[in-house]
Protein backbone atom coordinates (compact mmCIF):
# COMPACT_ATOMS: atom_id res chain seq x y z
CA UNK A 1 0.00 0.00 0.00
CA UNK A 2 1.16 3.67 -0.90
CA UNK A 3 2.20 5.78 2.06
CA UNK A 4 -0.07 8.21 0.55
CA UNK A 5 -3.04 6.03 0.72
CA UNK A 6 -2.45 5.24 4.08
CA UNK A 7 -1.89 9.07 5.43
CA UNK A 8 -5.84 9.30 3.65
CA UNK A 9 -6.62 5.99 5.47
CA UNK A 10 -6.00 7.37 8.71
CA UNK A 11 -7.33 11.12 7.77
CA UNK A 12 -10.79 9.36 6.91
CA UNK A 13 -10.76 7.85 9.89
CA UNK A 14 -9.75 10.77 12.51
CA UNK A 15 -12.75 12.38 10.33
CA UNK A 16 -15.06 9.86 11.09
CA UNK A 17 -14.38 9.89 15.15
CA UNK A 18 -12.98 13.78 15.61
CA UNK A 19 -15.37 15.75 12.85
CA UNK A 20 -15.26 19.24 12.73
CA UNK A 21 -18.05 21.35 13.44
CA UNK A 22 -19.72 24.02 11.66
CA UNK A 23 -18.57 27.11 13.66
CA UNK A 24 -22.27 28.42 13.02
CA UNK A 25 -24.48 26.37 14.44
CA UNK A 26 -22.41 23.62 15.53
CA UNK A 27 -23.38 20.77 13.72
CA UNK A 28 -20.81 17.53 13.13
CA UNK A 29 -19.20 18.38 9.49
CA UNK A 30 -18.47 14.74 8.66
CA UNK A 31 -17.85 15.48 4.72
CA UNK A 32 -14.44 16.30 4.03
CA UNK A 33 -15.53 18.68 1.19
CA UNK A 34 -17.10 21.38 3.92
CA UNK A 35 -14.28 23.31 5.75
CA UNK A 36 -16.13 26.04 8.16
CA UNK A 37 -20.22 25.80 7.75
CA UNK A 38 -21.97 23.16 7.38
CA UNK A 39 -24.58 22.83 4.11
CA UNK A 40 -27.51 24.96 5.16
CA UNK A 41 -25.45 27.56 7.26
CA UNK A 42 -23.76 28.16 3.83
CA UNK A 43 -26.49 28.71 2.04
CA UNK A 44 -28.25 30.76 4.42
CA UNK A 45 -25.02 33.17 3.95
CA UNK A 46 -26.32 36.03 1.31
CA UNK A 47 -24.08 37.97 -0.79
CA UNK A 48 -25.10 41.88 -1.05
CA UNK A 49 -25.12 41.52 -5.34
CA UNK A 50 -25.44 44.52 -8.27
CA UNK A 51 -27.50 46.34 -8.67
CA UNK A 52 -26.60 48.50 -5.03
CA UNK A 53 -26.87 52.49 -5.06
CA UNK A 54 -23.32 53.62 -6.61
CA UNK A 55 -22.77 55.55 -3.14
CA UNK A 56 -23.76 54.20 -0.44
CA UNK A 57 -24.45 50.34 -1.71
CA UNK A 58 -28.10 49.74 -1.16
CA UNK A 59 -29.30 47.00 -2.73
CA UNK A 60 -31.92 47.92 -5.07
CA UNK A 61 -35.22 45.70 -5.91
CA UNK A 62 -34.88 42.59 -8.77
CA UNK A 63 -36.30 44.95 -11.40
CA UNK A 64 -33.63 47.75 -11.70
CA UNK A 65 -31.40 46.78 -13.81
CA UNK A 66 -28.63 48.86 -13.42
CA UNK A 67 -26.61 51.18 -10.52
CA UNK A 68 -27.51 54.27 -10.24
CA UNK A 69 -27.67 57.08 -7.05
CA UNK A 70 -31.00 55.93 -4.58
CA UNK A 71 -33.41 58.44 -3.12
CA UNK A 72 -31.47 58.80 -0.13
CA UNK A 73 -28.24 59.89 -1.36
CA UNK A 74 -29.82 62.32 -4.04
CA UNK A 75 -31.55 64.31 -1.10
CA UNK A 76 -28.28 63.81 1.37
CA UNK A 77 -25.03 63.16 -0.31
CA UNK A 78 -22.91 61.07 1.96
CA UNK A 79 -19.36 62.01 2.56
CA UNK A 80 -17.33 59.19 1.57
CA UNK A 81 -16.74 58.21 -2.34
CA UNK A 82 -18.45 54.79 -1.87
CA UNK A 83 -19.99 52.72 0.60
CA UNK A 84 -20.18 48.27 0.02
CA UNK A 85 -20.70 45.15 2.38
CA UNK A 86 -20.44 41.92 1.71
CA UNK A 87 -23.29 39.97 2.76
CA UNK A 88 -26.49 40.74 4.35
CA UNK A 89 -26.75 41.36 8.18
CA UNK A 90 -28.94 38.03 9.02
CA UNK A 91 -27.96 34.51 10.08
CA UNK A 92 -25.62 33.16 10.16
CA UNK A 93 -23.62 36.19 9.80
CA UNK A 94 -24.96 37.72 13.13
CA UNK A 95 -24.30 34.84 14.98
CA UNK A 96 -20.11 34.44 14.02
CA UNK A 97 -20.15 38.95 14.70
CA UNK A 98 -21.73 38.64 18.10
CA UNK A 99 -19.56 35.87 19.45
CA UNK A 100 -16.56 37.83 17.85
CA UNK A 101 -17.70 41.24 19.02
CA UNK A 102 -18.83 40.36 22.49
CA UNK A 103 -17.63 37.29 23.28
CA UNK A 104 -13.72 37.67 22.35
CA UNK A 105 -14.47 34.41 19.83
CA UNK A 106 -11.32 34.52 17.04
CA UNK A 107 -12.60 31.02 16.22
CA UNK A 108 -15.10 32.45 13.87
CA UNK A 109 -12.64 34.44 12.18
CA UNK A 110 -11.28 31.54 9.66
CA UNK A 111 -14.84 31.01 9.07
CA UNK A 112 -15.44 35.06 8.09
CA UNK A 113 -12.03 34.76 6.01
CA UNK A 114 -13.60 32.18 4.19
CA UNK A 115 -16.63 34.41 3.32
CA UNK A 116 -14.37 37.46 2.19
CA UNK A 117 -12.36 35.43 0.03
CA UNK A 118 -14.95 35.20 -2.49
CA UNK A 119 -15.81 39.33 -2.38
CA UNK A 120 -14.40 41.12 -5.37
CA UNK A 121 -12.15 43.88 -3.76
CA UNK A 122 -11.47 45.43 -7.11
CA UNK A 123 -13.00 48.50 -5.94
CA UNK A 124 -10.49 49.20 -3.44
CA UNK A 125 -7.56 48.79 -5.01
CA UNK A 126 -6.57 52.04 -5.55
CA UNK A 127 -6.61 52.82 -1.40
CA UNK A 128 -2.95 53.79 0.01
CA UNK A 129 -4.57 53.36 3.87
CA UNK A 130 -7.28 50.59 5.48
CA UNK A 131 -8.27 52.30 8.70
CA UNK A 132 -10.89 50.56 10.56
CA UNK A 133 -13.41 52.77 12.74
CA UNK A 134 -11.55 52.55 16.06
CA UNK A 135 -13.12 51.72 19.56
CA UNK A 136 -13.01 54.33 23.06
CA UNK A 137 -9.96 53.17 24.75
CA UNK A 138 -12.27 51.81 27.66
CA UNK A 139 -13.99 49.80 25.33
CA UNK A 140 -11.20 48.11 23.89
CA UNK A 141 -9.83 47.11 27.29
CA UNK A 142 -13.38 45.92 28.18
CA UNK A 143 -14.09 43.80 24.90
CA UNK A 144 -10.36 43.09 24.66
CA UNK A 145 -10.04 43.42 20.92
CA UNK A 146 -11.23 45.21 18.09
CA UNK A 147 -13.55 43.87 15.46
CA UNK A 148 -12.94 45.85 12.90
CA UNK A 149 -8.96 45.89 13.19
CA UNK A 150 -9.25 42.30 12.49
CA UNK A 151 -11.56 42.58 9.88
CA UNK A 152 -9.33 45.11 8.43
CA UNK A 153 -6.65 42.57 8.75
CA UNK A 154 -8.70 39.58 6.46
CA UNK A 155 -10.00 42.11 3.70
CA UNK A 156 -6.25 43.19 3.05
CA UNK A 157 -4.11 40.47 3.77
CA UNK A 158 -2.80 40.09 0.18
CA UNK A 159 -2.62 43.58 -0.86
CA UNK A 160 0.43 45.20 -0.72
CA UNK A 161 -0.31 48.10 -1.64
CA UNK A 162 -2.97 49.13 0.56
CA UNK A 163 -1.58 49.30 4.58
CA UNK A 164 -3.68 48.50 7.73
CA UNK A 165 -3.62 51.42 9.73
CA UNK A 166 -4.71 51.54 13.32
CA UNK A 167 -2.94 54.43 14.57
CA UNK A 168 -5.07 57.29 12.45
CA UNK A 169 -8.48 57.50 13.26
CA UNK A 170 -9.18 57.92 17.43
CA UNK A 171 -12.41 58.02 19.06
CA UNK A 172 -12.06 61.10 21.58
CA UNK A 173 -15.56 60.05 23.60
CA UNK A 174 -16.83 57.25 25.11
CA UNK A 175 -20.41 57.41 23.77
CA UNK A 176 -23.69 55.17 24.05
CA UNK A 177 -23.27 52.07 22.13
CA UNK A 178 -24.89 52.93 18.84
CA UNK A 179 -27.22 49.85 19.13
CA UNK A 180 -29.37 51.20 21.18
CA UNK A 181 -30.31 54.20 19.61
CA UNK A 182 -32.09 55.22 16.44
CA UNK A 183 -31.48 57.21 13.65
CA UNK A 184 -31.31 61.11 14.84
CA UNK A 185 -29.84 59.74 18.00
CA UNK A 186 -27.04 57.71 16.63
CA UNK A 187 -26.14 60.98 14.03
CA UNK A 188 -26.58 63.04 17.64
CA UNK A 189 -24.28 60.76 19.82
CA UNK A 190 -20.89 60.99 17.41
CA UNK A 191 -21.03 64.56 16.33
CA UNK A 192 -16.83 65.71 16.91
CA UNK A 193 -16.63 62.03 18.20
CA UNK A 194 -13.74 61.30 16.22
CA UNK A 195 -10.06 63.33 15.70
CA UNK A 196 -6.56 61.96 13.84
CA UNK A 197 -4.00 61.39 15.95
CA UNK A 198 -1.15 61.26 13.00
CA UNK A 199 -2.82 63.72 10.95
CA UNK A 200 0.43 64.39 9.05
CA UNK A 201 0.09 60.76 7.06
CA UNK A 202 -3.36 61.54 6.01
CA UNK A 203 -3.57 64.73 3.08
CA UNK A 204 -3.58 63.14 -0.59
CA UNK A 205 -4.45 59.71 0.83
CA UNK A 206 -7.38 57.04 -0.83
CA UNK A 207 -8.46 55.78 2.53
CA UNK A 208 -10.69 52.81 2.78
CA UNK A 209 -12.69 52.60 6.12
CA UNK A 210 -13.22 49.59 7.44
CA UNK A 211 -15.99 48.09 10.20
CA UNK A 212 -18.41 45.14 11.04
CA UNK A 213 -21.81 46.47 10.00
CA UNK A 214 -23.26 49.35 7.82
CA UNK A 215 -26.63 49.90 9.57
CA UNK A 216 -27.60 53.74 8.75
CA UNK A 217 -24.38 54.66 8.11
CA UNK A 218 -23.39 57.11 11.05
CA UNK A 219 -20.52 56.02 12.16
CA UNK A 220 -18.40 55.77 8.89
CA UNK A 221 -20.20 59.09 7.84
CA UNK A 222 -18.92 60.42 11.28
CA UNK A 223 -15.35 58.81 10.55
CA UNK A 224 -15.29 60.18 6.53
CA UNK A 225 -15.85 63.44 7.37
CA UNK A 226 -12.94 63.60 9.97
CA UNK A 227 -10.42 61.88 7.33
CA UNK A 228 -11.70 64.44 4.63
CA UNK A 229 -11.24 67.17 7.01
CA UNK A 230 -7.61 66.53 7.22
CA UNK A 231 -7.05 66.31 3.88
CA UNK A 232 -7.90 62.64 2.58
CA UNK A 233 -8.41 62.26 -1.02
CA UNK A 234 -10.89 60.28 -0.59
CA UNK A 235 -12.97 58.04 1.61
CA UNK A 236 -14.19 54.29 0.50
CA UNK A 237 -16.33 52.32 3.11
CA UNK A 238 -15.86 48.46 3.30
CA UNK A 239 -17.67 46.29 6.35
CA UNK A 240 -18.34 43.14 6.25
CA UNK A 241 -22.00 42.95 6.69
CA UNK A 242 -24.89 44.79 5.94
CA UNK A 243 -28.27 45.20 7.88
Do not use: W
Not at 17 to 32: M, N, S, T, V, Y
Not at 109 to 129: K, N, R, T
Not at 222 to 228: F, I, N
Amino acid sequence: MKLLDVFTRIQDAADLFFPHCCIACGEKLFDRSLCFFCRECRAAIQYIESPVCRRCGVEFAAYHHREHFCGDCLQNFPPYTLARSVVRYSEPVKKLLYRLKYREDPSVLPGIADIVSCYDMSEFEQCDYAVPVPLHIKRLRRRGLNQSMLLADLFFKETADCTVRSDILVRKYHTVSQTSLGGEARRKNLVNAFVCRNGEDVPGKRICLVDDVFTTGTTVAECSKTLLKYGAKEVRILTFARA
